[in-house]
């Protein structure tokens, strides 16, 4: 989650003008990796949250998310409130990776937008640290 990490700390010294889709595309394009980014409703979609507890935070493929790939999560919330920079992230990433607003899912893309793969909750952590070996550069 280094590369989370690090994007937020991006965000944050920059405020409202930093680009979060040009940052994680400069990134990955600077790294040579795919990009990762995890579609889910935190406040409201249980479902996401057990992908999340359950496979997402396990080490191995919380390791392979943070070495192998540019991470995000596109979080779509209904009760809390997001700044504006970070809902028009959001809502791009989902009209480019997508655009059936499945949830949850983990999209790997490459650095120009274009669907590699799409992981749903469903699977164990080793299935899916498999897949994502499979996606990562």
Not at 51 to 72: C, G, I, M, Q, W
Request: include cysteine.
């Amino acid at each position: 989650m280094k590369s989370l990490i690090a994007i937020s700390f991006f965000l944050l010294s920059f405020g409202l003008t930093g680009d979060i889709t040009t940052e994680l595309q400069q990134q990955a394009t600077t790294e040579n990796k795919n990009i990762a980014v995890y579609f889910c409703g935190s406040d409201w979609c249980a479902n996401c949250n057990r992908f999340k507890r359950e496979v997402l935070s396990v080490p191995e493929v919380d390791s392979l998310l943070d070495n192998a790939f540019v991470y995000y999560t596109a979080d779509f919330p209904q009760a809390t409130k997001q700044e504006k920079h970070v809902v028009s992230a959001n809502e791009f990433l989902a009209e480019k990776l997508n655009p059936a607003g499945e949830f949850p899912v983990l999209v790997i893309a490459s650095p120009d937008w274009k669907v590699k793969a799409k992981i749903y909750r469903g699977g164990t952590a080793g299935e899916i640290a498999a897949k994502l070996k499979q996606n990562s550069k």
